[in-house]
């Protein structure tokens, strides 16, 4: 075992401070990644105040890994030294369930999450990563564009993958309305997304003030979702509607937005359940349905489809002493539009 610098978190309450972990030893299939750059993602953010009950502490957070490779396993066949490489929040999967053998590791029922799961190498948790390298089987490994910042590209591990997939998924494209609720690390990657893939695509705000950088990332149309007369205005008129929300909202006001057979997806993550009405599914067949990040398969082709379309997020880079401020800012929602942590700083 390798010691390694990290930032953890020692209890819900406490904030994040500098640490040193263990990281197992290069196997034969493990690729050795000093971490260049690490994004701030609201999971991390729900994880560390355990929102959603049964976290593990100490916790180590980071899941939009972008890093350089430092070591590989004699059997690794994709990756060399010097490679950029990508991680996500994929950490291990059995590789032998259907749901593996189907591309899908996101669904497997032995996933491990890169931080606050299972880690079957240590028999302890798995640490992500706010730390100066992590060590992972190359199959959970994504090769990154060159030409793209690598800082930027970062957020595309987590943020990227969970808006691709579904609108790929849900097949959005030319001639459809489709609607990101939430402009944040998730939305605002959704937006360039659905317009790369030739949708209208019209952003829900509780912010008016992000109203001309929802229309500068692509958004056709701005609808501030507090104004009860401007969303009944849309009632009928969408055929898809991403929701990143991340707090409590009314989810029936946008079922009501949709057309007959549209869907409303839920990539966001409230911690209270939300409450949803019957008559606003029902007519109009619509469909509530929700997604998990996606596989590593689809992640490789959404990172490919980025350096082919020029995508990558609007980031703040900061050094991880400023981790806690990051978060307090991001839970004011004070962010644009994901922060992303210069882990050269950690080496200083
Ligand atoms: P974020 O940057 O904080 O963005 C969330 C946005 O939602 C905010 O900027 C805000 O946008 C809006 N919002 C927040 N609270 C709200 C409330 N109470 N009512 C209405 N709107 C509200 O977060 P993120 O990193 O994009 O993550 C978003 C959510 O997705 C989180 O819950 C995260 O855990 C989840 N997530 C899920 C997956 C998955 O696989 N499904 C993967 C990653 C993240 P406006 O200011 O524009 O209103
Ligand atoms: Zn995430």
Known sequence: ????????????????????????????????????FCGICHSDLHQVKDDFGGATFPMVPGHEIVGKVAGVGDQVTKFKLGDLVGVG?????????????????????????????????????????FSQSIVIEERFVLRMPKNLDPAAAAPLLC????????????????????GVIGLGGLGHLAVKFARALGASVAVFTTSEGKRDDALKLGADEVIVSTDPEAMK????????????????????????????????????????????????????????SGSNIGGIKETQEMLDFCSEHGITADVETLPIQKVNEAFARLEKGDVKFRFVLDMASLRD
């Open 1 to 36: 075992m390798q010691p390694t610098k990290a930032y953890s978190a020692a209890t819900p309450a406490a904030p994040l401070a500098p640490t040193t972990i263990l990281r197992r030893d290069v196997g034969a299939h493990d690729v050795l990644i000093d971490v260049l």
């Open 233 to 288: 205005r849309h009632a009928g008129t969408f055929d898809f509607i991403l929701d990143t929300v991340s707090g409590e909202h009314d989810i029936n006001a946008y079922l009501w937005l949709l057309k007959r057979d549209g869907t409303v997806t839920l990539v966001g993550l409230p911690p209270k359940p939300l409450s949803v009405r019957a008559f606003p599914l029902i007519v109009g067949r619509k469909s509530l």
């Open 159 to 178: 943020g990227g993958i969970t808006t691709y997939s579904p609108l790929r998924h849900w097949k959005v494209g030319k001639g459809q309305r489709v």
């Open 89 to 129: 929040c994929i950490a291990d999967a059995d590789g032998t369930c259907g749901e593996c053998r189907a591309d899908h590791e996101e669904c497997c029922p032995n996933l491990s999450y890169v931080f606050n799961s299972k880690d079957r190498h240590t028999g302890g948790t798995t640490y992500g990563g």
